[in-house]
T-cell receptor, first 109, second 117 residues
Framework: GQNIDQPTEMTATEGAIVQINCTYQ??????LFWYQQHAGEAPTFLSY??LDGLEEKGRFSSFLSRSKGYSYLLLKELQMKDSASYLC??????????WGAGTKLIIKP | GAVVSQHPSRVICKSGTSVKIECRSL??????MFWYRQFPKQSLMLMAT?????????EQGVEKDKFLINHASLTLSTLTVTSAHPEDSSFYIC?????????????FGPGTRLTVT
């Protein structure tokens, strides 16, 4: 079966750095996404990785290792508005998005 | 960037009635639209994929006669929840992919909160 694992909840302090991990086992791989979802809202796109390595975009970076079936999202200089759920999703061989359950990130002042 | 709208954003209906949710791509032509359902504290679950002008492809376990999907034009798809029951209460989200867009590119609507009483 297809499976995506990420921690259920994480807590971090404003101004700090946090890393949210995601491991996946899917039938085929055509890329991995990270989305941010605030409560009661639809997901918004953060990043897309299809090749191994680190992609940096402002305060957010995403890393992928296809051989390990592993990705992480790194958030720097945390702000209170970063409190949200972060969803990891993999595009499988049929180009369907397989979603993780999401990681709820709580930022404390 | 590409914008997808949904209407209504919230709807409350009585058990046994039907509810229609609209999903529109505002500034691009969406050849493919996806409908998701999300229960509280759970991940998005794909319900169906629809291509303009053809019948929707439903995921296993999703009743096609209960969740009617129509993708009649390149900018509009509708999801009708027929004979709604309280267990259908959920957050319904659509996303759209444009003609010629990379396979990985999907734009999400803001979602519709359905409450069935």
């Amino acid at each position: 079966g297809q499976n995506i694992d990420q921690p259920t909840e994480m807590t971090a302090t404003e101004g700090a750095i946090v890393q949210i991990n995601c491991t996946y086992q899917t039938s085929g791989f055509n890329g991995l996404f990270w989305y941010q979802q605030h409560a009661g809202e639809a997901p918004t796109f953060l990043s897309y990785n299809v090749l191994d390595g680190l992609e940096e975009k402002g305060r957010f970076s995403s890393f992928l290792s296809r051989s390990k079936g592993y990705s992480y999202l790194l958030l720097k200089e945390l702000q209170m508005k970063d409190s949200a759920s972060y969803l990891c999703a993999v595009l499988d061989s049929n180009y369907q998005l397989i979603w993780g359950a999401g990681t709820k990130l709580i930022i404390k002042p | 960037g590409a914008v997808v709208s949904q209407h209504p954003s919230r709807v409350i209906c009585k058990s046994g009635t039907s509810v229609k949710i609209e999903c529109r791509s505002l500034d691009f032509q969406a050849t493919t639209m996806f409908w998701y359902r999300q229960f509280p504290k759970q991940s998005l679950m794909l319900m169906a994929t629809s291509n303009e002008g053809s019948k929707a492809t439903y995921e296993q376990g999703v009743e096609k006669d209960k969740f009617l999907i129509n993708h009649a034009s390149l900018t509009l798809s509708t999801l009708t929840v027929t004979s709604a029951h309280p267990e259908d209460s959920s957050f319904y989200i659509c996303s759209a992919r444009g003609q010629g867009a990379p396979d990985y590119e999907q734009y999400f609507g803001p979602g519709t909160r359905l409450t069935v009483t």
